[in-house]
């Protein structure tokens, strides 16, 4: 599976974006997906996760209620809306996969190049 990720942006505190992350090759659907953020000088964290069949989903609470992530297998696309988007959510967003729910980035792979979201105050 290849991951592209796009529709980052600049934007301002209260905003929105909707990123995408569209991956190629038929085994997509086999996998949960996870989005990442990693800001500068800090480590990638886990924001939210949804299952292969998007059937359950797991939100850090830092965007718990702004944040939803959804997934179009006929699409082989997985959709975050981002709401309410606050300064510190600025950092570059990357999507990968995973058989499992896990915060841990190493235990996902097939990692996209990530798209920049940068929130003004």
């Known amino acids: 599976v290849q991951l592209q990720a796009s529709g980052g942006g600049l934007v301002q505190a209260g905003g929105s974006l909707r990123l995408s992350c569209a991956a190629s090759?038929?085994?997509?659907?086999?996998?949960?997906m996870g989005w990442f953020r990693q800001a500068p000088g800090k480590e990638r964290e886990l924001i939210v996760y949804i299952s292969r069949k998007g059937e359950s989903t797991y939100y850090a609470d830092s965007v718990k209620g702004r944040f939803t992530i959804s997934r179009d297998n006929a699409k082989n696309t997985v959709f975050l809306q981002m709401n309410n988007l606050k300064t510190e959510d600025t950092a570059v967003y990357y999507c990968?996969?995973?058989?499992?729910?896990?915060?841990?980035?190493?235990?996902?792979?097939?990692w996209g190049q990530g798209t920049q979201v940068t929130v003004s105050s």
């Open positions: 990968a996969v995973a058989r499992w729910l896990s915060t841990r980035p190493q235990a996902y792979e097939n």
């Open positions: 090759g038929r085994t997509f659907s086999s996998y949960g």
